[in-house]
């Protein structure tokens, strides 16, 4: 029996309401669906912000306020993004983490081309400013892998000393531009990270419950929401309060147990 973390991704930069209507989008909305999704079973979430255009944005005044809320909810485990707007520049992809002092920030480990019409930069003059500043406030990076070589430039800046050990991995498959959600392609991802890291893993679209349930056998922690799969099933849209429902269960009968923040915390090496 282990205890697996359950990370809910509610927003995400790029699905709007008329896709799908459970989206939230602003902060009162995120914070009472992260809120629902802490009950359901959810140690950690995974924070885009949107403007009020409804595009992703990295103004730190959304982030503050959006992180006030929630915590005057509950105690769930904050991991915000460093990423989700084309046109951040490298300072503002860190002011909101310096202002808030997180436990975790994504650090998505390279750059690619993203839906086949634009390009996801990360550059590495950013990835090694990332890097410091993340040590420098005390936020564990949580190294988004996209592709196969990411997982190399995360040993790069691990031997470098701009990532320190143990690694956080979150294994993002099935986005255009990057691996598919295959259970071959998160088997051998997995087999590649360093000894003694911790992982987790997600599908998006149609690879999201195989890629779940293969992450819960091999033995690492799962993401779900409605920022990776706006569907619960065939043609039926979901909340994120049903996605974590179902991982919560799917957890549960495989005999395994849910962790719960301070479990997470636990697992994960965070400080408080």
Same mark, same amino acid.
């Given at each position: ?37 802490? &009950?359901? +079973?959810?140690?950690? %979430?995974? /924070? #885009?912000?949107?403007?009020?255009? @409804? ?103 691990? &031997?470098? +000393?701009?990532?320190? %050990?143990? /690694? #956080?991995?979150?294994?993002?498959? @099935? ?98």
């Amino acid at each position: 029996m282990s205890k697996i973390i359950i990370t809910v991704a509610p927003t995400g930069a790029w699905p709007k309401k008329e896709q799908n209507p459970n989206v939230p989008m602003t902060p009162v909305e995120i914070a009472e669906d992260v809120f629902k999704c802490y &009950k359901a +079973g959810a140690s950690i %979430a995974h /924070l #885009h912000m949107r403007d009020d255009d @409804g595009n992703g944005t990295m103004s730190k005044e959304k982030f503050e306020e959006t992180v006030a809320l929630i915590k005057e909810k509950c105690d769930i485990v904050l991991n915000l993004t460093t990423s989700g707007d084309l046109n951040a520049t490298d300072e503002t992809r860190q002011e909101h983490l310096k202002a808030i002092r997180p436990e975790m920030a994504s650090y998505d480990c390279g750059t690619m081309n993203w839906m086949h019409n634009s390009v996801f930069m990360n550059h590495p003059r950013f990835l090694e400013s990332l890097g410091m500043t993340m040590q420098e406030y005390g936020v564990k990076p949580e190294i988004e892998i996209f592709d196969l070589g990411m997982i190399y430039n995360s040993l790069y800046y691990l &031997k470098k +000393g701009i990532l320190k %050990a143990p /690694l #956080h991995y979150q294994f993002v498959l @099935g986005a255009a531009g990057g691996a598919a959600g295959t259970v071959d392609n998160l088997l051998f991802m997995k087999n590649l990270i360093p000894e003694g890291s911790t992982w987790s893993a997600f599908g998006i679209g149609k690879s999201h419950v195989p890629i779940m349930l293969a992450a819960i056998a091999l033995g690492g922690h799962i993401r779900v929401g409605l920022e990776d799969n706006l569907y619960f099933g065939h043609g039926v849209l979901a909340t994120n309060e049903q996605l974590v429902v179902r991982a919560s269960n799917l957890v549960c009968e495989s005999g395994n147990e849910v962790a719960s923040p301070d479990e997470a915390r636990q697992i994960l090496g965070l400080a408080r």
